[in-house]
């Protein structure tokens, strides 16, 4: 039995993600609660050497199951390594971003068998899934710009917009088909006022 609350943070590149997930944090905290952040990748001993393969272009030849393995076993040391354990000390945990990425990116993204994803991040996640998922949504363009600092993007980051449609996509289809853990937040406002609905989704304004 686990005892704390497990809120997940997810939406595209530049949605706003790592903001939000810190002015929770410190709400949580200003009202006596601890909390745990995290972040996928996980951070642990194992998963920084996992990163390490995924990101070597040596490693170029990975094909892109090999990939979502590898995703997944970073995913099972830090459900293991770091979250279940913290949910046991009754802490709130923050995760920015956990499978659902996996399932946008890897699945509506780039086109991997989204049942394939599915059944590896079940075995992955030994079934554990948040209390709640917070997608922020946001315009592809919106986040492009976010995310490059409010330059227009070049030629190769305007064919990244595509992608990222699906990615966009992707999250929005995993929100109607798990509609009482995920939460559609509109991103597409002043950090505070998008910070007022989270709270309001999560009901805890
Ligand atoms: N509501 C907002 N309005 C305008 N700019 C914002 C808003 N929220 C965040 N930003 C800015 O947009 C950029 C991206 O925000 P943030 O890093 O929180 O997004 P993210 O979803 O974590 O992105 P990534 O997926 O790249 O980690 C940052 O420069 C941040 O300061
Ligand atoms: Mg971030």
């Known amino acids: ?3 704390g609350k497990f809120i997940v943070f997810e939406g595209i590149d530049g949605s706003g993600k790592t903001t939000q997930m810190e002015l929770l944090a410190r709400v949580l905290e200003a009202r006596g609660m601890p909390v745990l952040r995290t972040r996928e990748p996980g951070g642990t001993r194992v998963g920084d050497r996992l990163r390490g393969l995924l990101l070597d272009p040596d490693y170029r030849d ?3 199951r090999t990939e979502a393995f590898l995703y997944a076993a970073d995913r099972a040391q830090h459900v293991t390594e770091k979250i279940l354990p913290a949910l046991h000390r009754g802490e709130t945990v923050l995760c920015d971003r956990f499978l659902y990425s996996t399932l ?3 699945g509506w993204g780039r086109g991997v068998d989204i049942v394939f994803l599915t059944r ?3 075995l992955a996640t030994g079934g554990l899934a948040p209390d709640r998922v917070i997608l922020l949504d946001l315009e592809v363009e919106d986040g492009l710009r976010r995310a490059l600092k409010n330059r227009p993007p ?3 980051e305007g064919e990244k917009a595509a992608f990222f449609r699906r990615v966009r996509q992707g999250y929005l289809e995993q929100a109607s ?3 009482e853990i995920f939460r559609v937040v509109r991103a597409d406002a002043p950090e505070q006022e998008v910070h007022r609905r989270v709270l309001t989704a999560l009901g805890m304004e």
């Open 1 to 3: 039995m686990t005892r």
């Open 120 to 122: 590896l991040n079940q």
């Open 62 to 64: 990975l094909t892109p």
């Open 177 to 179: 088909r798990w509609p």
């Open 154 to 156: 070049d030629r190769l």
């Open 104 to 106: 946008a990116y890897q």
